[in-house]
């Protein structure tokens, strides 16, 4: 047996880092006191090992400086790398407390006082942060009560030892603690295991990779010498990784399972470069397994990457995701979420012609999803492969290869790059589609059917090409057969370079048929119904915006510009405009199934997990407003009225880039109903700066009324409690009362879980403080369950300031 190995033997784990030293020597360690405490922004906020290498304590989010992180990192390297976290699942801002009690105990609270988490002993004399990575707390003999060794996250440090029954679990991302998708475990019978997880509910898949000890493994060691290997019963070890650093005392060391299920070694070279043979910086020295696109082969979840895209391993282990032509990341902020079509579905009711004319193939080589075949023929070309896919409407890919033909359908899971063997991944896509969401939809004025809108989409069923040539021919004639009504832009404008139309007042007020069919109307505009071709899908909203401030020719094409450069699947599109004049218009795609607040507030209320959805879009389209246009743009209008439905009820959000058009008091309102303004930020009534959060705030409003199917100021309800919605749903979440908000609605009260996410998120956003809400980004992660929610903050204790 190696010398290492017997010594860890002879000495029980939990002693072996205070056998080095003698009950006398344990000051030099910094003991920490009994009744000392951390708070996040205080003089106090980490205890730091004698050397300054390691510190305990609050750890700011990458993301987000204002959440917290109960944490150990190496203090000497420039990113500060956390090594240990107690609270990745629910993080806490400024206002928490880590406290050593008087009783020997080690307890973080927020800054409600609730418990987060406990060490959960009592009989602690002293604490310290050791020079190891170790966090203790010991009694007065020096024997160890609790130590974070015992209790990994993510990583391993040398002297550490995994025992037993003891797991690593990945980061959700590299920059969310979360948990996430993979687990490294030492089981109980000695196996020492690789699983995927299902997130959020902790199901495990099947293994991905296993020592294959069952009965024989004791624990996992990092050793001095940067070995990680599992100790053997039968005195023999099985190394993990094999690296060996010459110096270990100028390096630092760790071993992480990486947020991808990949457990890599690094070492960090203390004095920086050295001589050329070292990064600056943390250097990939081994990892586990070898390629984990080719090692999880779970027959059910996604796989090492999410459901509709693949796995490629790059150099060092590194793991790319991406997804198959004509489709797009749900997120490319969190490519674990998986891909989606840029193309609608193919209807199974089309004819053959249809079929052809719409959709195509797109060739990978070498790429195959193995668990999604759900049918196999045999044998047969590569002509007929097509053929048999592309006349099924479930048929989203089917993989050639030697005269077999496998046919998948959607979700596509456990995609991965293959070793050459010849096969081709023939993914159907709609025709000209590539990848990208599709330009705004071009309008021409048709001057001989009573300047009528034609869509530029009605060939539809022919190519890109015959469309091209049939357009360019049509515009051809038009301009030499009307040269009168030739529209141009307005002198100085960038509408050139969008896919936007000018039209005159004249030819709008033509195709609304004088304005006649008012579809809404609000404080600065009014709605109207204008025919396209006489057809019933080619319609649009021609909005006529009233009382603009003067002079706002440049501004108001300024913002055209803004909006027409927009393009999200949740936000509706602008078509064209009318500057004439006095005249203002916007015309826009047409929302046939009108606005959310017809949808939620009728006679029946609407499916659970189609309002999901709605809440969902709705929250995605502000985050692209927000923080993924080229241009920021806040709505300062959210509410009900202004989401509106298209044809398969996804959310549109209307009216945004409007706010800087509009005279400064439009868009406030005042109720005097305990104070409330609806959906109305505080901030809009004092003399401080209006930031993005405004929208946020009404976000969460709008999100509770989705929850409950309630409007936020119900006039009719029977007591007053719960005349305001904010304050009533605020009431049943401390009371323990949430299955009240949705009373009556079993879909959603067979999923409580979800419902409390909402109720918590709409609780966060509808803080009176605007740098108390989150970002629309943190927004749509908690909603997804991406990412833990800190308990919200009673918002009865503010409200009462804003009567």
């Known amino acids: ?297 779970t027959g059910t979840g996604s796989g090492a990457c999410g459901f509709n895209s693949y796995c490629k391993s790059g150099n060092q282990s590194l793991v790319d995701c991406e997804c198959p032509p004509g489709y797009s990341f749900l997120d490319p902020n969190r490519k674990y979420k998986g891909c989606e079509a840029n193309f609608p579905a193919q209807r199974c009711d089309a004819d053959e012609k249809e079929i052809e004319s719409l959709y195509g193939f797109s060739v990978k080589i070498d790429v195959n999803w193995p668990f999604s075949d759900y049918e196999h023929f045999n044998p047969v070309d590569e002509d007929r492969c097509r053929k048999e896919c592309l006349s099924d409407c479930f048929c989203a890919v089917a993989i050639y290869n030697n005269g077999n033909c496998w046919k998948k359908k959607l979700p596509l899971a456990n995609g991965k790059t293959v070793p050459s063997n010849g096969s081709k991944a023939l993914i159907k896509v709609a025709k000209g589609n590539n990848s990208q969401p599709p330009p705004p939809t071009p309008i021409i004025v048709k001057k001989d059917r009573g300047a009528r809108i034609l869509v530029g989409s009605l060939l539809l069923g022919s190519s890109a090409v015959v469309n091209f040539v049939l357009i360019t021919a049509i515009l051809f004639v038009r301009s030499c057969s009307y040269n009168k009504v030739r529209r141009k832009l307005q002198p100085g404008s960038n509408m050139a370079a969008l896919s936007l139309r000018s039209f005159t007042y004249s030819e709008l007020e033509e195709a609304t048929n004088g304005f006649s069919e008012e579809l809404g109307s609000g404080a600065f505009s009014r709605v109207y119904k204008g025919y396209f071709d006489d057809g019933p899908t080619t319609c649009v909203a021609v909005k006529k915006l009233d009382n603009l401030l003067p002079d706002m020719d440049k501004e108001f094409m300024n913002e055209v510009g803004s909006i027409g450069r927009t393009y999200h699947k949740n936000l509706v599109r602008l078509h064209g405009f009318c500057n004439e004049g006095n005249e203002r218009l916007l015309v826009y795609e047409f929302m046939k199934n009108g606005s959310l607040r017809e949808f939620l507030f009728g006679s029946v209320r609407p499916n659970w997990n189609l309002r999901v959805q709605i809440a969902l879009g709705i929250a995605r389209g502000l985050l692209y407003l927000h923080e993924e246009c080229s241009n920021q743009i806040i709505h300062c209008d959210i509410k009900p009225q202004n989401i509106l439905l298209d044809d398969n009820l996804v959310a549109r959000i209307s009216d945004f880039g409007l706010a800087k058009l509009l005279r400064t008091d439009q868009t406030r309102t005042n109720t005097a109903i305990r104070g409330t303004r609806g959906y109305v930020a505080p901030e809009w009534f004092k003399n401080i700066g209006i930031t993005a959060k405004v929208d946020v ?75 108390m809400r989150p970002t629309m980004q943190k927004v749509t992660q908690m909603l997804d369950g991406a990412t833990s929610i800190p308990e919200p903050p009673d918002p009865s204790s503010y409200m009462s300031s804003i009567q």
Request: glycine share 6%.
């Open 1 to 297: 047996m190696a010398p290492s190995s017997l010594f860890h033997h002879f000495l029980p784990p939990l002693l072996l880092l205070l056998a080095l030293i003698s009950p006398s020597d344990a000051q030099a360690y910094h003991n920490i006191s009994l009744g000392s405490s951390l708070t996040p922004l205080g003089e106090n906020s980490s205890w730091l090992s004698p050397s300054g290498e390691f510190a305990f304590g609050f750890y700011p989010l990458e993301t987000d400086s204002s959440l917290f992180l109960l944490a150990i990192w190496f203090v000497k390297t420039a990113n500060k790398t956390v090594v240990w976290y107690a609270n990745g699942d629910k993080l806490v801002q400024d206002g928490a407390v880590v406290q050593l009690t008087t009783d020997g105990d080690l307890s973080l609270k927020d800054h409600n006082g609730q418990n987060v988490w406990d060490a959960d002993i009592s009989n602690a004399s002293y604490a310290a942060m050791l020079d190891t990575g170790n966090f203790v707390l010991a009694s007065a003999d020096a024997t160890v009560s609790w130590q974070s060794f015992a209790l990994p996250s993510d990583t391993i440090l040398p002297s550490q030892e995994l025992n037993l029954d003891t797991e690593l679990r990945a980061r959700m991302m590299d920059t969310d603690y979360s948990s996430g998708r993979f687990k490294l475990r030492v089981q109980a019978d000695g196996n020492l295991v690789f699983y995927s997880v299902a997130v959020p509910f902790e199901f495990q898949y099947d293994p991905y990779w296993a020592s294959n000890t069952v009965g024989n493994g004791t624990q996992l060691v990092f050793d001095e010498l940067g070995t990680i290997y599992l100790d053997l019963k039968n005195g023999t070890r099985l190394n993990f990784t094999s690296a060996r650093i010459a110096s270990m005392g100028d390096f630092y060391h760790r071993a992480t399972l990486d947020s991808d299920g990949v457990f890599r070694q690094y070492v960090y070279p203390k004095n920086g470069m050295r001589d050329g043979s070292w990064n600056e910086g943390w250097n990939l020295v081994d990892f586990q397994p070898p390629d984990i696109c080719q090692a999880v082969t």
């Open 697 to 771: 705030y009404s976000f969460g409003v709008m999100l509770l009324e989705i929850v409950c199917c309630r409007k936020c100021v119900e006039q009719e309800v029977g007591n007053e409690e719960g005349l305001i919605l904010t304050y009533w749903v605020s009431d049943c979440y401390r009371d323990g009362m949430l299955e009240l908000v949705v009373e009556g609605d079993e879909e959603a009260a067979f999923d409580m879980k979800r419902v409390e996410r909402f109720v918590k998120v709409a609780l966060w956003c509808i803080q009176e403080e605007p740098s």
